[in-house]
């Protein structure tokens, strides 16, 4: 993005237009949203002259991503469907936030789809039985155990990698018979440390699988993360959470409008 057109009469400092334009770009936001947040923070600065640039640069970047709220009716059993490729931390991200749900006192059962070639679906399984949520394998040709939906407040079905699969199976959880009423949101996960491509070819394939939210992994090696939040967000999948590390207990955030801040003018989360 050429820093050459801007107009030093403005309330912002040159100086400090060109850092938060190289703050942004560096952190892999297009300039073409870069443009628009200076854009947006020089007009700010003009009523409010004592503001820091970054704090009205983060105003805007939060203004621009807002956050992701999902909600189940009252009485009804929450199925969230993680769907995503192999290697995106798919997996991780179940286990962070049953273990966060089941703290909170929450009942959850997590359903591990089958995987061809793999033991992550029996090992997540057991290790999710031990810390109190009810878990086991499920396959696209078998019926869900029902004790799995009738006592659940929250079911996190952890997708195979195979979105065709994983469609099928979290579509025969929607229609089965249940009381309370099921209510099902599908959600993507997504590499920041990825490609933009390889982003991008994701986000459409999510996206044709009914995700409506996106959960960032993989943050803490990402050298451009602001790529893959903006990717997301741009296609109609807003990002809902961010994941940043190993950690079950401190490596998982839901991603509030100070959190997306975060991400494109420090590129992690403070």
């Known amino acids: ?14 100086p400090a237009v060109r850092d938060l334009a190289r703050r942004l770009l560096a952190q892999g936001a297009s300039p073409g949203l870069a443009q628009r947040v200076v854009a947006r923070v020089e007009t700010l600065a003009r009523s409010e002259p004592s503001a820091h640039p970054l704090d009205l ?3 805007v970047i939060g203004d621009s991503f807002p956050r992701v709220v999902l909600r189940a009716p009252r009485g009804s059993t929450a199925v969230l469907s993680v769907l995503g490729s192999r290697q995106s931390g798919r997996s ?3 286990r962070k936030l049953a273990l966060r749900l ?11 789809v089958k995987q061809r070639e793999s033991s992550k679906p029996e090992w997540l399984a057991t290790w ?10 499920v396959d696209v040709d078998r019926e869900i ?35 309370p009423q099921v ?9 920041a440390d990825a490609a933009p491509e390889r982003l991008r070819a994701d986000v459409r394939a ?19 993360p602001a790529a893959a939040f903006e990717i997301a967000s741009a296609a109609g999948m807003p990002v809902a959470f961010a994941s940043d590390g190993v950690d079950e207990g401190d490596h998982l955030h839901r991603c509030t409008p100070e959190r997306a801040a975060d991400v494109f003018l420090k590129g992690r989360i403070a």
Do not use: Y
């Open 1 to 14: 993005m050429s820093m050459q057109r801007l107009d030093t009469s403005h309330a912002v400092s040159v």
């Open 57 to 59: 640069a983060a105003r």
């Open 92 to 94: 991780a991200f179940v």
């Open 102 to 112: 089941c703290g909170a006192g929450r009942r959850v059962s997590v359903l591990a």
């Open 128 to 137: 999710m039985g031990e810390v109190g949520a009810f878990a086991c394998v």
């Open 145 to 179: 155990p029902q004790v799995a939906l009738e006592d659940a407040d929250v079911v996190l079905v952890d997708g195979s990698g195979s979105l065709k699969s994983d469609v099928s199976i979290t579509e025969s959880i929607a229609w089965q018979n249940l009381s």
């Open 183 to 191: 209510v099902e949101t599908r959600i993507g996960v997504l590499a």
């Open 206 to 224: 999510l996206r044709s699988a009914g995700a409506v939210c996106s959960v960032l992994t993989r943050l803490d090696l990402a050298t451009a």
